[in-house]
Structures are given as C-alpha cells and as structure tokens.
C-alpha cells in the first residue's frame, strides 16, 4: 500500500504549500477514523483552510485514508457540504503509513451508499503480493465430447403417396403415426414396419400429429385449417377445434393438463380445452407464420418458433409474452426441449443455438449445417439429430455442441434426387431408435450401431476456442 500511494500521490505530496498557518486539531494517528469525529458549527472564528493538488478526495471509491491524507475541519456551513483534503509537505510525512480498514471511508454526501471494504478494493495475494484482480482469464474451450456411437439406416419404409410431413411414436411404443401430403394419417408397427391402419378426413396436406399420453386420443393438424381429436378406440374424429385462419403448421399437447397448442400461418399460436374445444387464448406478436410449438410442465410453459425469426416463451396462464428471443437472422422452423435439462434448442438456417430456461439465456451455437432446418429431437443420452431440406441429417453431442455424424440417405428407387429432405424426425421411447419422414415419400428408421466402438469412430476432438456469437 506504501508502493501504490507513493506512486500516486507522489507528484502531489512534492507540491509547494501555500499557507502555513494550519490549526491541526484531533489526534494525529492516521488510523483513527474520521466518520467518529465530530464538527462542531463555525464558534464565530474564522478558520483558513486549502487543498493541496488537483483533486479533493483520492481517485475513485476504496482507497483507504493514510497518515498523508489529514482532514481539517470545515467551520462554514457552505464548506461543510464538501470535505477538503489537505496533504501535508513532505516534511510531515509518517514513514510508518497505516490505513484504516475501508468500512471506515465515506464519500462526502454520501453516508446512505454502502462502503466498500478492503477485500473489494485491493485482494493481494499473501507471499507474492500478486494482485488476483489482473490475471489474465484463458480464453473457454470446448470440452471434450462424449463419446455416441453412430447411427446406421435399416430398414425404409413406403406407403405414402406424398411427403411424409410429420411423425410420432405413441407412449407404448408399439407402434407410430406419420402425417402426409396425401392428406391421410396413417399408424404403423413400430416393430415390423407394416402399416396398420389409415385415417383420412383432412383435405389437404396434414403438417402436424401427436399422441396423448393422457388418454387414447391422437391430434391431427393440417393445411386445410383443420385441428383433429381422433378417438383410437373407435378411429373416429370426435372433436374439431375451429379458429385458425390459415394453415395449422405444428401442435402440441401439455404433459401435466388437458391442454393443446397449435401453430398457424396466421401468425398465431392458439391454446385449445382438449375437452370443451373451448379456445382459450389466443397467443398474438409474432408477425409472420409460426412454424414450430413446444410445451412443457415448468414456465415457460410454451414456446414458439417463427418465419419472422423470433422465438417467443409465453405465459401460458396469461397468454401474453414472457420473452422474445431475436438472436437468429432467419425462419425458426423447428425447437426442441431437453427431456432432462432446463435447457431447449432452436433450428435455423443461419445455425442451431441453444438455450437456457426459464429467461432464455444464449448457451451456444451449434454451426455448420447449412441448410434449411426444418426438425429437431433429441434423446436423454444427449444426442441431439437436425434434419434439413436438402435431405442431411447431422447429429450432435448436446452439452458441446461436437457435431460427430452426418448422414445423407439415398432417396427411394424412382424417386428424384431433389426429392431428398427430411420434414420431421423423432426417438421412439426406447431412444433405440430414430424414425425420419422424408420427402421421397417414405419413413426411415435408423438405430445405433452395435459394431461402433471408441477405437473403430473415435472422436476426432481439439481442445479448440470456443467463439460464442450471439448472433
């Protein structure tokens, strides 16, 4: 402490002083604090005083008062809205400089602000007197990933006549649904492949379908407008839910209450009493269609993707906007929620970035698959699977964003190459399992390769920089 005001207060304390005749009153050890001492009003004398230097008060809060900063006593009331700091000449400087501990420093004025302390001003090291404060921080690097074995197509199965726009498994994991094109909604065996059943009632392209775990109802979305409630004992529609002014794009049912989400080109997002079809909010900001919906049991309760770039996190009891998130630059086509940590991600043409609830904190970005992102899923193990447009899937390790597969299908025999792209991708329960609908009108299942170890596809990893862009 010696050092530092030696060398900061040096070319003041060798200043020339101006008046002599300075009545020193009070005791003169410097560790006495000054916030104890009493000023009594002016006694009718009238006392000189001046400051020494440029600045009044040392430089900035947390500089503790030492023997060569002495206080004189102010006797006007005008002089006592100020404090005035007198150095002495050298002469009269204590070789033996002792502080005060920072509790007892006060800005003039200021007796409601809170008082720094020693610890916060200066930390030093003991021993190597290093100052912890100026250590260089090391730039974040990526960790190394976990290792996930990759995953290999095997079986392909055709039946649609159109693209095969949606997909779900059901809680059982017996067997799964797929939305198509050719406006009907078929359900096959998850384990042989083989088609069991089709519905049809929608007459256009049917863009979304989902499952409930609550009750053996399946829900059905489409281009017509149109929001289904199918009763799987009877295969029938039972319920319409009306209000959408354009196209229905995606839905989703809440995990813990009888609630639906749906989705639209109308810039809406609506929230549907499953059982009186009762609309009971209607989610209005976006400014252009809304592509993707997610809900969860923990706020924020629903999230939504856009084609106005934006993902919004709503209140759900509300039905107004918690946050609007406007990092990407382009549609959000696809989101997706960890099923174990707080966290979800959102799919972009400009990159896949991941984010933190309940505020929506940026984590990372996720770069490098350059396509139109139209789904995302991922499975508790943290394999995280993007699909895109152009028919390439890439998947991820979730917590380092290591992208450690790519896969590019072949397209169904008699089908064009420009045919190849995936609208939807999803883990059966078992997570043994990823399932894609495609564009050249099949589902593809695909599933880890027991083969794989460690050794034959090792993680080709470097301990690189990480570069967190926001945008």
Same mark, same amino acid.
């Given at each position: 402490?010696?050092?530092?005001?030696?060398?900061?207060?040096?070319?003041?304390?060798?200043?020339?002083?101006?008046?002599?005749?300075?009545?020193?009153?009070?005791?003169?050890?410097?560790?006495?604090?000054?916030?104890?001492?009493?000023?009594?009003?002016?006694?009718?004398?009238?006392?000189?005083?001046?400051?020494?230097?440029?600045?009044?008060?040392?430089?900035?809060?947390?500089?503790?008062?030492?023997?060569?900063?002495?206080?004189?006593?102010?006797?006007?009331?005008?002089?006592?809205? =100020?404090?005035?700091?007198?150095?002495?000449?050298?002469?009269?400087?204590?070789?033996?400089?002792?502080?005060?501990?920072?509790?007892?420093?006060?800005?003039?004025?200021?007796?409601?602000?809170?008082?720094?302390?020693?610890?916060?001003?200066?930390?030093?090291?003991?021993?190597? *007197?290093?100052?912890?404060?100026?250590?260089?921080?090391?730039?974040?690097?990526?960790?190394?990933?976990?290792?996930?074995?990759?995953?290999?197509?095997?079986?392909?199965?055709?039946?649609?006549?159109?693209?095969?726009?949606?997909?779900?498994?059901?809680?059982?994991?017996?067997?799964?649904?797929?939305?198509?094109?050719?406006?009907?909604?078929?359900?096959?065996?998850?384990?042989?492949?083989?088609?069991?059943?089709?519905?049809?009632?929608?007459?256009?392209?049917?863009?979304?379908?989902?499952?409930?775990?609550?009750?053996?109802?399946?829900?059905?979305?489409?281009?017509?407008?149109?929001?289904?409630?199918?009763?799987?004992?009877?295969?029938?529609?039972?319920?319409?839910?009306?209000?959408?002014?354009?196209?229905?794009?995606?839905?989703?049912?809440?995990? &813990?209450?009888?609630?639906?989400?749906?989705?639209?080109?109308?810039? *809406?997002?609506?929230?549907?009493?499953?059982?009186?079809?009762?609309?009971?909010?209607?989610?209005?900001?976006? &400014?252009?269609?809304?592509?993707?919906?997610?809900?969860?049991?923990?706020?924020?309760?629903?999230?939504?993707?856009?084609?106005?770039?934006?993902?919004?996190?709503?209140?759900?009891?509300?039905?107004?906007?918690?946050?609007?998130? *406007?990092?990407?630059?382009?549609?959000?086509?696809?989101?997706?929620?960890?099923?174990?940590?707080?966290?979800?991600?959102?799919?972009?043409?400009?990159?896949?970035?991941?984010?933190?609830?309940?505020?929506?904190?940026?984590?990372?970005?996720?770069?490098?698959?350059?396509?139109?992102?139209?789904?995302?899923?991922?499975? =508790?193990?943290?394999?995280?699977?993007?699909?895109?447009?152009?028919?390439?899937?890439?998947?991820?390790?979730?917590?380092?964003?290591?992208?450690?597969?790519?896969?590019?299908?072949?397209?169904?025999?008699?089908?064009?190459?420009?045919?190849?792209?995936?609208?939807?991708?999803?883990?059966?329960?078992?997570?043994?399992?990823?399932?894609?609908?495609?564009?050249?009108?099949?589902?593809?299942?695909?599933?880890?390769?027991? *083969?794989?170890?460690?050794?034959?596809?090792?993680?080709?990893?470097?301990?690189?920089?990480?570069?967190?862009?926001?945008?």
């Amino acid at each position: 402490m010696a050092i530092k005001l030696r060398n900061e207060y040096g070319p003041v304390l060798h200043m020339p002083t101006l008046k002599e005749n300075l009545k020193e009153k009070g005791p003169q050890n410097a560790t006495d604090s000054y916030v104890h001492k009493q000023y009594p009003a002016n006694q009718g004398q009238e006392v000189e005083y001046f400051v020494a230097g440029t600045h009044p008060y040392p430089p900035g809060p947390g500089v503790a008062l030492t023997a060569d900063t002495k206080i004189q006593r102010m006797p006007s009331e005008s002089a006592a809205q =100020s404090l005035a700091v007198a150095l002495p000449s050298q002469t009269k400087t204590d070789v033996n400089r002792t502080a005060p501990s920072g509790s007892e420093y006060r800005h003039p004025g200021a007796s409601d602000r809170p008082q720094p302390t020693a610890m916060n001003s200066i930390v030093m090291e003991t021993g190597n *007197t290093k100052n912890s404060a100026l250590m260089a921080k090391k730039a974040p690097t990526m960790p190394k990933p976990q290792w996930h074995p990759p995953w290999k197509l095997y079986r392909v199965i055709s039946g649609h006549l159109g693209w095969v726009r949606c997909i779900a498994v059901e809680p059982g994991n017996q067997w799964f649904v797929t939305g198509s094109a050719d406006r009907t909604i078929k359900i096959w065996d998850l384990a042989s492949g083989k088609l069991k059943l089709s519905l049809t009632g929608h007459i256009s392209t049917v863009r979304g379908v989902i499952v409930s775990t609550r009750s053996p109802y399946l829900f059905s979305c489409g281009e017509d407008k149109q929001v289904k409630c199918w009763d799987l004992e009877y295969n029938k529609v039972i319920r319409h839910y009306h209000g959408h002014l354009s196209a229905v794009y995606g839905l989703d049912l809440h995990p &813990t209450i009888d609630v639906l989400v749906t989705c639209s080109r109308d810039s *809406t997002a609506r929230i549907w009493d499953v059982r009186t079809k009762a609309s009971v909010h209607t989610l209005s900001g976006h &400014t252009n269609a809304v592509a993707t919906v997610r809900c969860q049991a923990a706020e924020p309760q629903i999230i939504t993707g856009s084609h106005d770039t934006t993902i919004r996190l709503w209140d759900l009891v509300a039905g107004k906007t918690r946050v609007t998130l *406007t990092n990407h630059k382009k549609s959000v086509r696809a989101v997706v929620l960890h099923p174990r940590h707080y966290t979800f991600a959102s799919g972009s043409p400009d990159n896949i970035k991941q984010w933190k609830f309940p505020d929506g904190s940026f984590i990372q970005n996720l770069s490098g698959h350059n396509a139109i992102i139209n789904t995302l899923t991922v499975n =508790s193990d943290g394999v995280l699977v993007s699909g895109a447009d152009n028919g390439t899937m890439h998947l991820w390790d979730w917590r380092t964003g290591y992208n450690f597969q790519r896969v590019h299908a072949a397209v169904q025999p008699g089908s064009l190459d420009s045919e190849s792209g995936i609208f939807a991708c999803a883990f059966d329960q078992s997570e043994s399992r990823l399932l894609t609908a495609e564009a050249d009108k099949t589902i593809k299942v695909y599933r880890e390769d027991d *083969t794989a170890t460690e050794e034959t596809h090792p993680v080709s990893w470097k301990p690189e920089i990480i570069k967190r862009k926001r945008f």
